[in-house]
């Protein structure tokens, strides 16, 4: 019989090193040839596949020419354009297949998981790097000529399985080859390893790609919502209403975040602690109504009510120690590792805390004492500064944390509060000064507070890009574009875990905002 | 020991006359071997044919059967020396190796294999590294080909071509008393076909015989006078007697009509991406039938004149396709037809690039390009418009949206620890010179690490630090994989920088096998292997030859460790080369091999610990400091359904194998308390679930006492505790 260009079936798949890639490969081969059609398939193997972006390519042809007849004649890597089936094992993997020209709207299938494996560059910004996965779903809408696409990662987890299953599912489900269901059933049996979660994870992908439909691509797991119920002894309860009550003097644009700062609040502390966060932000929109923020949505009170919870809820040991002591923790990490009743659980916490942190728990007046003493200072890093491995699970170490959990009732006496409240009181200052000239800096000066976070010398990294932003600002104020310049600083600090291109656009505004007098 | 276990598929190696091999074409090539009555077998491991070395590795029951012998070679330079029994006796010998880091490294032996000349037919299966996913793609086979006198066969990338290629390599270098090159391509190596087996033969000399029977013969030695002679016999024997095979046998083979106005002349192993874009301008069917004559060059060097001068004959343009630089086979081409006064036109680098992969787009245009010049009227009408159809033009750009994805490092990789401790070094005694090697740890060049300066040369590691080796405020660092170490760098690096009185520091990188080419065993291999000779520590070697300072880690996860002896390393007050041995197996290789042994451990009902690390959300900041020291794939981001926080945090995902670098660079690196290791205890025992349980009530007691003075938020009204 003879045979047309077209009858050759074309077939890539775009992996992340590690995914099963070959395995995949190895079933389409089978598949195909127990189906009688010629097939020739190529992979790059080595060093070159490890975590990295591979490729697998297949090409097929219905009813084999007998062997002694002349054979066709296989490509034997992709080319631009000229792919009828493409499968993607990660999101950004489709992204990178249209990119390379892979996928064609006449005629290309697009098979991908909409699941993100997040690259090196992606996690290592300070900030948030994440890809934008909406322009890589807009893109495969518009090229392919078919899209098949949903979580395939987690149907293969779910079935204790890897994704080159639930792929080989969101093939066959596809229809994008004439095979029966029961063939790639077939073919997952006789390779051997696996069967029973490889066929679960099979079938659960076939079914979901026979739907149809596109899933929105999961760009990065969502951690459960954020805490908004409260439930306790009844007269915290009704002390907590009066607070939740007092929300609803504010904006609506204002109400979610002041909500949720207040949550966060009395969760870190106690109620009055949250009364005086409604205090303050009531203070600070006052301002904002004297400075015509009704125009603006209330922008500046919005990022008030968001940074100036962030910033009392500063991340000191005893917020640490009380997090890792409560009992929904526990129950998280027991559903993170699938622990079963029968199995036990045993959890070991990483810390280091240093000598500054350990001051920062002494009363006010005795910290200052002795952060003026450097010999003491020394000594005292000598005993506490060292990495400890606690294992919260056992009386003693859950005692550690539980006790220091419990200096909670203390805190606003000791050194850090002070050092934190000045801090606060000062950014605050800043901002309202600016407030009545320029309502956007005062907005951008409260988004500065974004810089500081993490702990030990992340934290003083952070202060320190705070700092020289917020001089960035001081330089800026009165000019026209200062807003934006604060912000660009920001973004320059975000962007950039050693600080060297913020020094650089530091330098930037400091030629032009002092004429080069600085 | 290998990544990849070929046990189920060399069993096809024994099948007989008749029966139809199916596989991947590394396996076929083996088969090949076998079927022609090889004598010995050797060579080294590195992309394209690591998987050759695992098949031979794999299939010594099956080698010995035959009366076959099988060395892992020491390096490329042993494995071509060893194609020496071929030189006095007619035994065949293959050795195979990567190109052309690996001829470059044989090239010494292979000159002085090509100068006496063999007996036996000798084989080097060279697997070419050039283009998409290669890690060495530059430079080309050809060019040692030509300047040893070696013939080199390019066969088309099917199974039957390459196996037909096998014997007929045997032959001609027999023929011709030449060692002979066979080329085979990355994906060649990796194809997936079929072709019609034969019986394995015996090879009727065994080197086990040989040796009985010493041969010599004064005038196969390389040494004067003998090698004067040797030099002309290259080109007025030699030479001559390979163009006769080639001819004879028809190892160039003739495709389309013979008469025709052009022609195109093709490397055999370009041969399918040529009929593609044939196809896809319509000149030839799925089957290859072309409608414009193409002569596939099997053999690319020698070329046979007339054979060439025949087929150019008439032609009013040629196509040469060609692929990598220098353009040899161009230049070859045209001294050919200058020597015959023929002026027909040649194209070739002018409408294909000069460097670079011929992919099918590439292919594609430079078909269309020279046809449009040469041959308008065979090109269809949609082909004739001079620029690319616009169908494409409306793609959405995503080139500032995809983010580039180097290899790296693997999950739980022992690697990643040795280079965050070199961070954190760096953090406090500022940047060093660093040089690196060949393998895995390079992939320290890519982000997060970003460390390392050049890359000169398998086991050059330290030796291209030479030049710092003495004097100067701070050391110069250099690393090493233990497959560099014993393949070259033992000599070339170590002793190198005794002898010199090297003032350097090294750091040699022991995954307890050659991890980056797949896992194949080296000396300082920890496990048996039953044919090879395992558990020499790279420690012995190290001091044997000299080195006063070494320091062992046996765990590189120990972050603190780590960084702590490269610390002292760099400052001691010890003269002489300082090296730090840090070894961990491949996570890669132990999973595969402890996974399913944990696995029936657990069904068994044995007491079985899994650990996985987690990052407590609310405890992260959103930093991200602890990715910069990390790159771990299992380490990653989520993002939080919270209005207050701005930035994803930290999350380890369930690929997690729990080595522990995360936690311990948190430690060393004193960046937050968020990380924790958790255990889960399959099949605990008796005792030790009681106490647990009772620990777990006293805890709760404590959790619930607390709880009970202060509001529970929860995410949704009514929601569990």
Known sequence: MSHQLDDIVKLAVLAVGGQGGGVLNSWIVDLAESNGWAVQATSVAGVAQRTGATIYYIEMLPNAPDPQAPQPVFALAPAEQDVDILLAAEWMEAGRAMMRRFVTADRTVLIASSHRALAVLEKTAPADAIADDRAVLEAAEKMSARLVAFDMEEIAQQAGSVISASL????????????????????????????????????????????????????????????????????????????????????????????????????????????????????????????????????FTQQ?????????????????????????????????????????????????????EFISLMPAGLGRAIEKRPALVRFIDRRVNKGRRVRSDQIGGFLMFWMLGGLRGWRRKLLRHAVETAHIEGWLEAARSALAKDYDLAVAILRARRLIKGYSDTHTRGLGKFDKVMSGAGLLAGRKDAAEWTERLIRTALADPKGEELDGALQTVRSFATDGQA | MAERSFKKEVEQLRIGDGQVFRGEGILAITKALLENGVGYVGGYQGAPISHLMDVLADAEDILSELGVRFEASASEATAAASLAASVHYPIRGAVTFKSTVGTNVASDALANLASGGVTGGALVIIGEDYGEGSSIMQERVHAFAMKSQIWLLDPRPNLPSITAAVRHGFELSEASNTPVMMEVRIRCCHVHGSFEAKDNQRPPLTVAEALSNPKRDTGRIVLPPASYVHEKEKYSKRLPAALDYIRKNKLNEFFGPREAAVGIVVQGGMYNGLI??????????????????????????????????????????????????????????????????????????????????????????????????????????????????????????????????????????????????????EEELGPHQISGDIGCHLFSIMPPFEIGGTTMGYGLGPASNSAFHGGGEKRPISILGDGGFWHNGLNSSI???????????????????????????????????????????????????????????????????????????????????????????????????????????????????????????????????????????????????????????????????????????????????????????????????????????????????????????????????
């Open chain 2, 495 to 721: 002793t190198n920088a005794v002898f010199n009185k090297s003032d350097g520091v090294t750091i040699i990188v022991d995954n307890y096998y050659s991890a980056a080419t797949g896992g194949q065993d080296v000396l300082s291999s920890r496990a048996d292997n039953k044919s090879k000779s395992t558990k020499h520590p790279i420690a012995a070697a190290v001091e044997g030859v000299g080195v006063n300072w070494v320091r062992q880690i046996d765990r590189t996860y120990d972050v603190g460790d780590m960084r702590d002896t490269l610390r002292e390393a760099l400052t001691t007050e010890e003269e002489g080369p300082k090296v730090i041995i840090a070894s961990s197996e491949c996570m890669l290789n132990r999973q595969r091999r402890e996974r399913p042994q944990k696995a029936a451990m657990v069904k068994e009902g044995r007491r079985v610990e899994r650990p996985k690390f987690g990052v407590d959300e609310d405890v992260c900041t959103g930093d991200h400091a602890c990715m910069r020291l990390s790159g771990c794939p299992s380490l990653t981001l989520k993002k939080l359904d919270d209005p207050l926080r701005d930035d994803p945090v930290a999350y380890i995902d369930q690929s997690c194998v729990g080595c522990g670098n995360c936690g311990e660079v948190a430690d060393a690196a004193v960046l937050c308390p968020s990380f924790y290791q958790a255990d889960l205890v399959h099949n605990p025992g008796w005792f030790e679930a009681r106490m647990a349980g009772l620990r777990r009530a006293v805890i709760g007691w404590l959790q619930r006492r607390r709880a009970a003075g202060r509001l529970q938020f929860q995410p949704a009204e009514g929601s569990g505790a």
């Open chain 2, 276 to 425: 593609r874009a044939l196809q896809r301008v319509g000149l030839a069917d799925i089957y290859g039938n072309s409608q414009l004559p193409i002569y596939v060059l099997n053999v690319t060097y020698p070329l046979v004149e007339d054979e060439l001068l025949g087929f150019c004959e008439g032609k009013q343009s040629i196509l040469m396709v060609e692929e990598g630089q220098p353009d040899f086979l161009e230049q070859n081409l045209r001294a050919i037809l200058h020597k015959d006064n023929s002026t027909l036109p040649v194209s070739g680098k002018d409408v294909f690039p000069m460097a670079g992969e011929y992919t099918g787009q590439v292919m594609l245009e430079g078909v269309q390009k020279w046809l449009a010049k040469a041959a308008p009227h065979m090109l269809p009408d949609a082909n004739r418009a001079p620029n690319q159809p616009a169908a494409d033009t409306d793609m959405p750009d995503l080139s500032k949206t995809v983010p580039p994805r180097p290899p790296g490092f693997c999950t739980g990789c022992p690697e990643r620890p040795i280079f965050a401790a070199m961070k954190l070094v």
């Open chain 1, 304 to 356: 008030a009510a968001k940074y100036l919870a962030n910033a009392l809820c500063y991340d000191d040991i005893i917020r640490v120690a009380d997090l890792k002591s409560r009992a929904p923790r526990w129950q998280r990490i027991e559903e993170e590792m699938s622990a079963r009743p029968e199995n036990l659980l045993q959890v070991t916490e990483y810390v280091h805390p240093g000598a500054a």
């Open chain 1, 168 to 299: 080989f599912g969101a093939l066959a489900g596809s229809g994008a080859l004439p095979f029966p269901a029961s063939s790639y059933e077939e073919t997952i049996r006789k390779s051997g390893r696996g069967v029973e979660a490889s066929l679960a994870a099979f079938q659960a992908a076939r079914e979901r790609a026979e739907k149809g439909g596109v899933d929105l691509p999961q760009p990065v797991k969502t951690a459960a919502s954020a805490p908004r119920f409260a439930d306790g002894p009844k007269r915290l309860l009704t002390r907590w209403q009066a607070l939740e009550a007092r929300i609803t003097d504010m904006p609506a644009a204002v109400q979610k975040l002041a909500h949720a700062g207040l949550v966060k609040l009395v969760d870190y502390q106690d109620l009055d602690y949250g009364a005086a966060y409604l205090d303050q932000l009531a203070g600070l929109h006052d301002l904002d109504k004297a400075a015509g923020g009704a125009d603006r949505e209330w922008l």
